[in-house]
């Protein structure tokens, strides 16, 4: 494996050029200061994915990651699709990293997430959106005696650990085919299973605490990621 610089923290120019880019957010701005981007914002976020990808994989060993900057591994580009959305603006303004135990379709799998914007450093493990085979495999685990019971003794252990929040319950109604008296009813109102923990003060990404603290967190969070894992991936990411 390529060997990378272990995370030190980002530089106050990285964050500050976070802050800039949303005061900013246009192309020739982008590219005047394109340099302080990649030496500040860039560079140490690839040493995240390293530094960080590597304890996650010590105590999750189906967890990989992926130090390429073109999307294509566990870094999300700076770069916006715009094709469909209202907001034209081209950056996003936060950088964002996901880890998982597939490079492929790694938005499609559960996992463990990191965003960093200018003010905060934010923590999700789970899954944000399930696909549709998921999300039928999903349900099925839910009124199943032995993954339902599971699922709700995983996330009972989470919420028990501190201040996390649960995400993912979209639908206001139990979907048709399925019984609306069911004990555990209420999952199956559910998208996506995910948990954020709390924000993170930006200090916190300045040094290689970082690293640390995330791992922390991800630890207490990860009975519902490995839950989603085991339950609904085993075999890999479903076919869509």
């Known amino acids: 494996m390529t060997s990378y610089a272990v995370f030190t923290g980002f530089p106050d120019e990285g964050i500050q050029f976070l802050h800039d880019l949303r005061d900013n ?28 990808g590597e304890q996650l ?33 081209p950056y996003k ?23 960093i914007s200018g003010e905060a450093v934010e923590l999700v493990a789970g899954l944000f959106q399930f696909s549709k085979p998921a999300l039928e495999a999903y ?29 993912g319950e979209t639908y206001k109604r139990v979907p048709t085919g399925y019984d609306a008296q069911h004990p555990r009813a209420g999952w199956l109102k559910y998208s996506g299973l995910h948990v954020f923990a709390p924000a993170l003060p930006i200090d916190v990404a300045r040094d290689a605490t970082l690293v640390d603290v995330a791992v922390g967190h991800f630890r207490h969070m990860a009975p519902i990621q490995v839950w ?5 991936f ?4 479903p076919e869509i």
């Open 93 to 115: 303004t936060n950088v964002a990293m996901m880890f998982t135990a597939d490079a492929k379709g790694r938005m499609e799998q559960p996992g463990f997430g990191l965003q």
């Open 228 to 232: 989603l894992e085991n339950t609904l």
């Open 25 to 52: 957010n246009h192309k020739d701005w982008f590219d005047a200061h394109k340099s302080i981007y990649q030496k500040s914002v860039q560079a140490p976020a690839v040493a995240l994915v390293a530094t960080l």
């Open 57 to 89: 994989h010590a105590h999750f060993p189906q967890i990989t990651y992926d130090t390429r900057t073109n999307g294509g591994g566990s870094m999300m580009r700076i770069y916006r699709d715009t094709r469909f959305s209202a907001d034209k603006t």
């Open 234 to 237: 085993e075999e890999g990411v």
């Open 139 to 167: 349900r099925q685990a839910v009124i199943d005696d032995t993954q339902g019971a599971a699922l709700a003794a995983a996330v009972a252990q989470v919420m028990s650990s501190g201040e996390y929040t649960l995400g």
